[in-house]
């Protein structure tokens, strides 16, 4: 690897899309599935780099992005593109990508906020966030058609009150961002609700994915996803 991306094709038609040098706690995982009319990119990074450029959508043919919240990690680089997708509520926050919305002063005040430059002379002082105006705003229950395969938007607040996934009901597939993830939940945000992610929890327990890729960490099938959930909710938060 010697661009600031890192690439995984978990099968033909999807690849995980990481930034390996971003420190650890900003580093999230961007998903890329092809569909048959509509290719779709699961969050956007830090945008500390050009990620479009990274995309091998094939010309002509339209690519949705989908925000699945709008803190710094998953809205970095959704300025980009041009159909872009987020949750309702916080779209109007999309338009201005501010510190008190998407937390990107915690990257400037960051220590070893990378582990590599991307370029000569960056520094995270002078990180900021693009506005990037939603062109498409999803709600519980809204579809997102590829052609061959549609996802249903589930509303899952709790790490955030914006939070949002993505799951397709024919054959389980779940694109969670970070209302569940295979790593340590973060529940402490300015703001986090705990009493709405038990919620959100006991929601996942009953639903039947099949595989879950999500904001972090590595996918994971639906026990473990259960088994996650559960340990949430063991903790008494």
Request: hydrophobic share 40%; charged share 25%; net charge negative.
């Amino acid at each position: 690897m010697t661009g600031w991306f890192g690439k995984q094709a978990l099968d033909p038609a999807l690849t995980l899309i990481a930034e390996p040098f971003v420190h650890p706690y900003m580093s999230a995982n961007i998903w890329h599935l092809k569909g048959r009319d509509v290719d779709l990119l699961v969050d956007t990074g830090m945008g500390i780099c050009p990620l479009a450029p990274e995309i091998d959508t094939p010309a002509g043919k339209p690519l949705l992005v989908v925000a699945t919240h709008i803190h710094l990690d998953h809205v970095g680089s959704l300025h980009e593109f041009a159909d872009r997708a987020g949750p309702a509520q916080s779209a109007a926050e999309f338009a201005r990508m501010g510190d008190a919305a998407t937390y990107a002063h915690e990257f400037r005040e960051l220590e070893g906020a990378v582990s590599r430059l991307p370029h000569p002379g960056w520094r995270a002082e002078s990180y900021r966030i693009e506005p990037a105006p939603l062109t498409r705003i999803l709600a519980e229950g809204d579809s997102v058609d590829l052609g061959d395969r549609r996802f249903t938007v589930l509303h899952l607040p709790g790490h955030s009150p914006d939070s949002i996934a993505l799951f397709d009901e024919h054959d389980g597939l779940f694109f969670s961002g970070d209302a569940i993830y295979d790593d340590t939940l973060l529940d402490d945000l300015p703001d986090s609700d705990r009493a709405a992610y038990r919620h959100t929890m006991r929601r996942l327990l009953e639903l039947p994915i099949s595989t879950g890729h999500g904001g972090h960490g590595p996918s994971f099938d639906r026990d473990r996803m259960r088994a996650i959930a559960q340990a949430y909710l063991a903790t008494g938060s």
